[in-house]
């Protein structure tokens, strides 16, 4: 992955960092060196066309670190990071800049006198600004910002080289293989890595010995460097409440033809992003160009990053490695099938987000999605062609649709309608790949729904699931029928609330038939489809192997599915 990230570098210089505007406002220190006064404060807002001045970059002061831009916590504390910077500016070692000593020293002393009063007005002022705006604090000295002077500019290469230099050492680099180089193991481009926490580093946990770890060379440092800074501007995608960086890799070909493929990934985004033709895509991102990489031949590798970025770290979430172009198309190919067999309409296709539902949280009350780890796994077996457990599935299906049957009113099954067919598209869809283990059903006696069944392929494919499945279908035209006398359902109750097994199952044909009969309503039409199930029941015979949740799921399918099955049986009579 990070040679493809140096790839990409090695093609785009990116020059300065992208000036985003933030709601915020700069708290200024104003300090006057030839009067040596404290001249109080300066609020005003955040400008981000004065980045460079406030010597301003994302990031860069978290914690303890010394800076001269820093974000308003506690007076204080962030006095004392301003403070530990200036004393860093002065141990500075440049002949060039040796007449601007006297000016940092002035200002550390003034702050230094004047400290308490400093830390009064700063706390008052940031009283005075909305909690929701953030904060930050900063000197002007002379009436310029640091940005304005070149000492303090150096003061911040010098702290960064004083840390590269750490670790360095001479080696052979990780990322280009050139031998006897002069190579780091501090280049933090992603800040999961780190070698201050044990588990990082090789050679016994010494920090000097970090270069054996990870050594990168200045020149790849550069370009691992570019190529994040363009992939997280042009190739970042959204996933469901989850974000990855789309990271292409040439396997083979032109590297002048490389760098035009990415180009155009980055223009195809924004053009995406602006349209409003109607595409295929498999998240929810409008801007999503998976469609596009699935027509490039396989010369090409695609790598996806899911990050986590919790305060001044980066978590990896899932990094899915050398997916094919060709492996895209199979994605989309399972999406078809899945869409034609449902109608092909716009709310009707499948996507992940029919997957989402299930692996979100595992109670509506959470507020935090703690369903991710296994939503990341699943969506890893697919992208690399890994089985995935049908009862692994059937117990998050079955979690969030009896949920969904309890939340509804008994008038209206809505959600759990919609999460019903959610579970049935991921499992065709999965079928499709060839990823679950449904077994092959034995050959069957073909019945009146058979082309109602084949088009499901493999998942309703065993006489056990097909009875289950038709008993559903004539449970919900039984609710129908006494919705539409009483206004209220209240055989649901014999549902167990989907928690059925497969005797609580089986009992239920003659009372659902009987029930019919009272309702005057077992016609011809109901009863070919009760024969239907009677006959699937006969050859299933007992102890089908099924879990309650599966029996469960293919009744609730039943459920959801009634109107089509209905609407074969009175087209035959």
Not at 202 to 230: H, I, M
Not at 270 to 296: A, G, H, K, N, P
Not at 317 to 336: M, Y
Not at 383 to 398: A, P, T, V, Y
Request: proline share 3%.
């Amino acid at each position: 992955m990070l040679t493809a990230i140096k790839q990409i570098g090695d093609f785009y210089d990116i020059e300065a960092p992208s000036k985003r505007p933030l709601d915020a406002k700069v708290i200024l220190i104003k300090v006057n060196t030839e009067t040596q006064k404290y001249e109080g404060l300066e609020p005003e807002d955040f400008d981000s066309q004065k980045s460079d001045i406030y010597m301003f970059k994302e990031g860069r002061s978290k914690g303890n670190v010394p800076s001269p831009f820093c974000p308003l916590t506690e007076a204080s504390r962030t006095l004392k990071k301003i403070q530990a910077w200036l004393n860093n500016c002065v141990k500075i070692k440049a002949d060039n800049l040796s007449d601007s000593m006297p000016l940092v020293n002035e200002a550390l002393n003034i702050i230094k006198s004047h400290k308490d009063s400093i830390i009064s007005d700063i706390s008052q002022v940031s009283e005075s600004i909305p909690k929701k705006t953030r904060k930050f604090l900063t000197l002007k000295i002379n009436n310029k910002y640091p940005g304005q002077y070149q000492i303090f500019k150096k003061s911040i290469e010098d702290m960064d080289e004083r840390k590269r230099k750490k670790s360095l050492s001479i080696g052979t680099c990780s990322i280009c293989g050139s031998p006897n180089k002069e190579v780091s193991g501090t280049t933090d481009v992603f800040k999961f890595y780190t070698i201050d926490k044990p588990g990082f580093i090789t050679g016994g946990f010494k920090e000097s010995d970090a270069w054996k770890n990870y050594p990168v060379c200045s020149d790849c440092k550069q370009s691992l460097e570019r190529g994040k800074k363009f992939i997280e501007e042009h190739l970042n995608f959204r996933f469901y409440g989850l974000n990855y960086l789309l990271i292409p890799e040439l396997i083979i070909g032109d590297w002048t033809l490389f760098k035009d493929i990415v180009s155009v990934l980055a223009e195809t985004k924004q053009t995406f992003s602006l349209t409003e033709v109607i595409r295929r895509r498999l998240t929810d991102d409008e801007s999503e160009i998976l469609e596009y990489l699935s027509s490039m031949n396989d010369t090409l590798a695609i790598n996806f990053l899911f990050l986590q970025k919790q305060q001044s770290a980066e978590r990896i979430l899932l990094l899915i490695e050398d997916v094919l172009p060709s492996r895209l198309k199979r994605l989309f190919d399972a999406k078809d099938y899945v869409d034609n067999t449902f109608g092909n309409g716009r709310d009707k296709g499948f996507n992940f987000g029919s997957l989402r539902v299930f692996f979100s949280k595992s109670d509506d009350n959470k507020k935090t999605q703690d369903l991710n780890k296994y939503f990341l796994d699943i969506v890893d077996n697919i992208f690399r062609g890994e089985k995935i457990s049908l009862q692994f599935l059937m117990n998050f299906f079955m979690s969030v649709i009896r949920r969904a049957m309890i939340n509804d009113d008994q008038f209206n099954f809505s959600q759990f309608n919609f999460r019903v067919r959610d579970g049935l598209k991921t499992l065709l869809y999965l079928q499709f790949l060839g990823l679950t283990n449904i077994k092959e059903g034995n050959p069957m006696e073909k019945g009146l729904f058979e082309g109602f069944f084949e088009r499901y392929g493999k998942t309703l494919n065993t006489p056990a699931i097909r009875a289950v499945f038709l008993l559903g279908v004539l449970t919900q035209l039984l609710l129908n029928k006494q919705y539409a006398e009483r206004g209220s359902k209240p055989f649901l109750k014999k549902l167990k609330g989907l928690k059925m097994d497969e005797n609580d199952v089986k009992k239920l044909l003659p009372e659902v038939q009987n029930k019919l009969e009272e309702y005057d309503s077992f016609d011809r039409g109901k009863r070919l489809i009760a024969s239907e199930a009677s006959k699937y029941l006969l050859e299933a015979g007992n102890e089908w192997k099924m879990s309650a949740d599966e029996i469960n799921f293919y009744f609730a399918c039943g459920m959801n599915l009634a109107d089509e099955i209905a609407k074969i049986t009175y087209q035959i009579i």
